[in-house]
C-alpha cells in the first residue's frame, strides 16, 4: 500500500476510485488501517478458471501486508496464490438506518475493499510471525499465552499473504435520508439502531480441568475502536 506524496493518502487507485457516492470514500490509511484492525473476518475474492469464487476467512494485517491461512490442502488458498490478483473486502455494521420510506433504509457501515498479490509465506520465520499475530489479531494479547506452534503444526499450515496494491474505505454514518416530503410523516418511526460487537461471557472448557484465571483480555474482550463496556450487562 504505497502512500501518496500527501503523506497518509493510500489511493486512489485505478481500481479503487469510489464512483457511487464518492463522498463516502477515504483513501488514509488510518481510516483504511482502522478498518483493517478492527474486523477480523474477511472476504477474499479470486478468478479460478474464469469463475468469481469468494470465501470469508479470518486474517491479520501486519504493515501493508494480511496474512490469511489454512489447511495445506486448502483450494482456495492454493488457487489464490496462482492467480494474478485477488480482491479482499472487510465490513464493519456499525448500525441499521431505518427511514420514513421503505425505499431509503440503508446500513451504517465502515468497509474497506483491497486489491493485491497473494503469495505463499514459505519462510518459517515469517510463517511463525504470521501465526502468531494472527492470533493476537483476533485476540489481542493471546499469543504470549498460548503454547506455540510445533514444528508439524506449522508444516500443517499453509499462510498465505496478500500485498495490498491499492485500498479504499468507505463509511456511512448518521440517520436516514429521506425525502423532504416524506418527513411529516411523524407516525412511522424513523432514526438509527447503533451496533457493535459485544462479547459474551467466556465459558471455560469442559474437557479438562482450567485451572487458569479468566485473562484480562479475554474478560474485558474488545475490538479495538470499540468503545463501552465489553459485554452487555447481566
Ligand atoms: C454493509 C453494507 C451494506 C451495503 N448495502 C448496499 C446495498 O444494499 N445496495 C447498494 O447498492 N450498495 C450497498 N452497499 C455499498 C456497496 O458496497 C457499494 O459501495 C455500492 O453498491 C456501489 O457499488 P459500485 O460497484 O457501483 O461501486 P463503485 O463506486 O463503482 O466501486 C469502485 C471502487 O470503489 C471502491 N468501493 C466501492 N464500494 C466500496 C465499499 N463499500 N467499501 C470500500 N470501497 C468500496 C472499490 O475499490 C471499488 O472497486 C453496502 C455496503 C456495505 C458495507
Given at each position: 500500500m504505497s502512500s501518496t506524496a500527501a503523506g497518509d493518502e493510500v489511493g486512489p487507485g485505478p481500481r479503487t476510485?469510489?464512483?457511487?457516492?464518492?463522498?463516502?470514500a477515504r483513501y488514509d490509511r488510518a481510516t483504511v488501517e482502522a478498518v483493517l484492525d478492527e474486523g477480523f473476518v474477511c472476504h477474499l475474492g479470486f478468478c479460478v478458471d474464469g469463475e468469481p469464487v469468494v470465501i470469508p476467512t479470518g486474517y491479520a494485517r501486519v504493515g501493508d501486508v494480511i496474512y490469511v491461512h489454512g489447511a495445506p490442502a486448502n483450494y482456495a488458498l492454493r488457487r489464490a496464490v496462482e492467480g494474478d490478483s485477488v480482491c479482499l473486502t472487510v465490513t464493519l455494521v456499525d448500525g441499521l438506518v431505518l427511514a420514513r420510506?421503505?425505499?431509503?433504509h440503508s446500513i451504517n457501515y465502515r468497509s474497506v475493499v483491497v486489491f493485491g498479490v497473494a503469495h505463499e509465506v514459505e519462510d518459517w520465520e515469517e510463517k511463525r510471525l504470521a501465526l502468531a499475530a494472527f492470533v493476537d489479531h483476533v485476540v489481542p494479547g493471546r499469543n504470549a499465552g498460548t503454547r506455540p506452534p510445533s514444528e508439524a503444526e506449522l508444516r500443517a499450515t499453509r499462510v498465505v499473504k496478500v500485498e495490498i496494491m491499492e485500498a479504499s474505505a468507505k463509511v456511512r454514518t448518521g440517520g436516514p435520508k429521506d425525502e423532504p416530503e416524506d418527513l411529516?410523516?411523524?407516525?412511522i418511526w424513523a432514526g438509527e439502531l447503533p451496533f457493535r460487537v459485544v462479547a459474551g461471557s467466556p465459558i471455560a472448557d469442559g474437557s479438562a480441568p482450567v485451572?487458569?484465571?479468566?485473562p484480562p483480555y479475554v474478560a474485558s474482550y474488545r475490538r479495538p475502536g470499540v468503545e463501552g463496556e465489553g459485554r452487555p450487562p447481566a
Open positions: 476510485r469510489v464512483r457511487r457516492l464518492p463522498e463516502r420510506s421503505a425505499f431509503h411529516g410523516l411523524g407516525g485451572t487458569a484465571p479468566v
